[in-house]
């Protein structure tokens, strides 16, 4: 069965980068659009990073306003593996942060569209 294993989380000062990963199986991710989302305490599930399917779409992509220069999304299809670049980490990017699929064709920001999701990885931006 499917599993979707983050990983690439952890602490960084601000102004530093990391790369999270998302690793699938059971499904093959360059049929699926991808979405990275970010939840911290008392707050809901907000669309980081979401890009559309390899095969059927454009693989065009989205950006929330708040991430938009800082962050890159992208995927190793033969890896099965999504990615996403983050540089310039500021406190304010400090959550969890958890990869999401769906099969279909252009991306969406809505959580409850998403079928497969990651464990979450933590990110903690802090001098």
């Known amino acids: 069965q499917y599993q979707f294993v983050e990983s690439g989380g952890g602490l960084v000062q601000p102004g530093g980068s990391l790369r999270l990963s998302c690793l699938a199986s059971?499904?093959?991710?360059?049929?699926?659009?991808v979405g990275w989302f970010r939840q911290v305490p008392g707050k809901e599930h907000e669309a980081v990073s979401c890009?559309?399917?390899?095969?059927?779409?454009?693989?065009?992509?989205y950006y929330a306003d708040a991430v938009k220069g800082r962050f890159t999304i992208s995927r190793d299809n033969t890896k099965n593996t999504v990615y996403l670049q983050m540089n310039s980490l500021n406190p304010e990017d400090t959550a969890v942060y958890y990869c999401?699929?769906?099969?279909?064709?252009?991306?969406?920001?809505?959580?409850?569209?998403?079928?497969?999701w990651g464990q979450g990885t933590q990110v903690t931006v802090s001098s």
């Open positions: 999401a699929a769906r099969g279909g064709s252009y991306y969406s920001t809505t959580p409850s569209e998403y079928d497969y």
């Open positions: 059971g499904f093959t991710l360059a049929s699926y659009r």
């Open positions: 890009i559309s399917d390899s095969d059927s779409s454009d693989g065009s992509t």
